[in-house]
């Protein structure tokens, strides 16, 4: 089975326990306004343009500078596992071990399902991250190859929902939902967007859901992330968010409050 991936990121820390690899898949079917990864957006590979790297040398084919950069590879899941594998004394010492994220790794549910196998038999712990908003049956199909589930919820108003990611949070309520009466472990993450899902409103909605389904484990704020704003122009894309910053630290702490008490740990990064 072949998928196409962007990146293949390395002791990466935040993407769940330990030490861990992601495999970022390429192509999402929701179109967050803030997007920092817009290059993981469409299916298929295309081509990024850095006119400040060209020296006009005419070989574009093959820019020897970086100028122009193809974004997407297609790959087997076996190579891609054996890419993984060179890592594994860093997965065992410490309690780490591989994590799918995207984009949206269930639209690429079949490669999934078999780069999580490889990873399991080999003793390897499995995590996906997904915005959770996809058909059920593909993530529970995966669920004998994972550990643990980490998914999105950004807003519980399904309006202010759909204006910022182009999809109902119905579905990915419903899932949540789902998944806790499975007993999967689950983690959760809201990405704190000034003037959208940054308000106390929203963050005590989330809590309050969260709290209520037992399967939980913990709950993440993530400030708003600006870094992914320079990729738009390469991309040909235009960001419909410039300008947009981090929010203070102090604001992060009075939303964690907001969000603590519900019976689920809550942090901020």
Not at 28 to 44: A, G, I, K, V, Y
Not at 127 to 135: F, K, Q, R, V, Y
Not at 181 to 206: D, H, K, M, S, Y
Not at 215 to 241: I, S
Request: charged share 20%; proline share 7%.
């Amino acid at each position: 089975m072949t998928g196409i991936i962007t990146d293949i990121q390395k002791f990466s820390l935040t993407d769940g326990e330990g030490i861990r690899t992601t495999v970022f898949l390429k192509g999402c079917n929701m179109r967050c306004l803030w997007c920092h990864n817009p290059e993981t957006l469409l299916p298929q590979p295309q081509q990024a343009v850095y006119p400040e790297k060209c020296i006009h040398c005419g070989h574009c084919d093959r820019c020897p500078t970086g100028a122009r950069v193809t974004l997407g590879r297609e790959a087997t899941a076996q190579a891609v596992f054996e890419e993984l594998l060179s890592d594994l004394p860093y997965y065992l010492a410490s309690g780490g071990g591989v994590t799918l994220s995207g984009g949206e790794p269930l639209l690429q549910a079949a490669f999934s399902a078999e780069l999580l196998a490889l990873c399991r038999e080999a003793g390897i712990r499995t995590a996906i991250e997904t915005n959770l908003s996809l058909p059920f049956a593909r993530l529970e199909a995966l669920l004998p190859v994972l550990d643990i589930v980490y998914y999105d919820l950004k807003a519980m108003d399904d309006r202010l929902h759909r204006d910022w990611t182009g999809v109902s949070n119905k579905p990915v309520l419903a899932n949540a939902r789902r998944l806790a009466a499975l007993g999967v472990p689950a983690e959760v993450r809201t990405p704190l967007i000034p003037g959208c899902t940054a308000t106390a409103e929203n963050v005590a909605a989330i809590a309050a859901f969260l709290g209520g389904l037992g399967n939980v484990r913990a709950y993440e704020l993530l400030n708003y992330n600006p870094l992914g704003e320079p990729k738009y122009a390469a991309l040909g894309m235009t960001y419909a968010l410039p300008g947009l910053r981090p929010l203070p630290r102090a604001t992060l702490e009075r939303l964690r409050d907001t969000a603590a008490g519900h019976g689920v740990p809550v942090s901020y990064r």
